[in-house]
Every structure is written in C-alpha cells, then in structure tokens.
C-alpha cells in the first residue's frame, strides 16, 4: 500500500504501532502531449512477446493517454524532511474508525476468522489508505506503468531530467537519477504485466482502472501484483473487487496473513509485516 508503509497507530490490540502509515497523494498532471504509439511501442511489441495476444495489446492501449513524463518528474522531486501523519491518531478519525468496524462487523468477524487477523488493525490501513474509500485517487493506472515502464528508454529519461528543477537535478545527479528510473522501469513493466492479466484472471479491464499516481489500486492501494495475489471475494459475489467494502476488509486481512501478521508476536515483527512492499511504492 504505499512506499512508505508504516500503520496509522490504533487504539487497543495495536496501540504499539505509532503512525506507520505513509502514504503518496501526489496530485499532479500528465505531461506535455507526444504520441502514445511512437512511445508505446517497443513496450507493446514487448508485452506480446512475454505472451500476452497482440488483440490484448491493442484493446488496452487502444486510448491510452499520452505519456505521464511531468507525473514522473513530480514523483522524482526530493522532499525535505518527512510527513507527519499523527492526525490519525485524532479523535475523530479513530471515532470514524471503530465506527467503520461497527457498521461492517460481521464481515470483520468473517474476515478475521478466516485470517487470524484483527478489525483494527484492518481498519487503520483503510483510514490512513484512502480514508474507506473517499480517495482511491483518479490517475489512469494503465498509463501511469506504461510511462515508468518506458523509463529504460534514454531519450525518455531525457525528457523527465528537463522537467526537474535545477535544485532537484543538483541533488539527484545524472547517474543516480538514470539508475532510479531504469529501477523503476522493470518494476513498472511487472505490474503492466500483472495489470493486463488481470483481465483473464479477473475480468478487470485495465484501462478502465484509475488509482494513485503509483498505480495503487481501490481503498486499500493495491499495486496489480498484490491484487493478484491477494485479492479476497469479501462479499461472495464472484467477483474481486478492491472499491468495495467487504472485499476491501477481506482482500487487506489476507495480504497481511501473506506476510506474516498472523504468526508475528512481537511488535516489531508485526511492523515488519504491514511493512512489506506490494501495496504501493515510493
């Protein structure tokens, strides 16, 4: 769920956690205009290699939106010091907290039957994720992993260096910030991949997705890796669906099983697991 995943503390059962959650919500813009076929598409012919039918590739990319380079540029911008997220810790947002645990308690009860995992901890993760929903954010994510994919590209990474402030170019330096970008790329494409096999696993369309300027998705900020992987039919409808409530509570108790919340006994060990990279990325 985010770079930067540390839980908002609760009260009772997880009051050990202080404000571990940090969360991206970047609001920027795409980047100047400049075609999506000339960019995308050594990043297509790519994709139908790995596997995925040119049909697939087309109907994906049929009206995508031109490269996000300024997002990138946005997203490379080094900030001073750290966020402070303590105003999760109100009143007020644990009163909306353990009301939320109230109005879906059965499915709470549910979910940490199947899961061994608590209400509340479920529940400070979609406060501080997208306040239960009420910011899933409204980035297209089939371009935000087609432009960081297309980030092994030079001339592209040219283009995100000039959109840099010259303080930010200062700092980062020329190699380090290629290195990063490059990194980035191959995480990108990986979820690409994964985005577009959701449409055979799950019957999602990728390009109807919107999400955070990482590519998180739905109220508990799933990147598509995770969805696939730990995505849970809440409700028991059939379906997989991350901006609904039960499978949100469902879907977020299963990836913290995956990584170790259940077994964890410590604090420290139970830190470690909601810290685990696959929700979103920094």
Known sequence: MLKQVVPAGMESRIAFLPALFIFTALCLAPGAAHSAEDIYGGLKQKLVQDGFSRQQVANAFQYAPPPMFRLVSRTMKIREGEANYDHFLAP???????????????????????????????????????????????????????TF???????????????????????????????????????????????????????????????????????????PSSLMKFGADGDGDGRIDLFNAEDAIFSTANYLRGHGWSEARFPSAREAAVAKPGRSIA
């Open 149 to 223: 994919a297309v980030m092994n590209l030079k001339a592209n990474r040219d283009k995100v260096w000039k959109l840099l402030s010259p303080q930010d170019r200062l700092r980062w330096g020329r190699e380090a910030f290629d290195t990063k970008l490059i990194d980035r790329s191959g995480w990108a494409y990986r979820e690409l991949s994964a985005l577009l096999e959701l449409k055979n696993t799950h019957g999602i369309q990728p390009e109807s997705l919107n999400g955070s300027v990482m590519g998180a998705i739905g109220w508990p900020q799933f990147l």
């Open 92 to 146: 007020s947002e644990i009163a909306a907290a353990r009301q939320f645990i109230a109005d879906h308690r059965k499915c709470f009860r549910r979910a940490e039957a199947a899961y061994g995992v608590e209400p509340e901890i479920i529940a400070a993760i979609l406060l501080v994720e997208t306040h239960f929903g009420s910011y899933t954010g409204k980035t297209p994510t089939l371009a935000v992993f087609s």
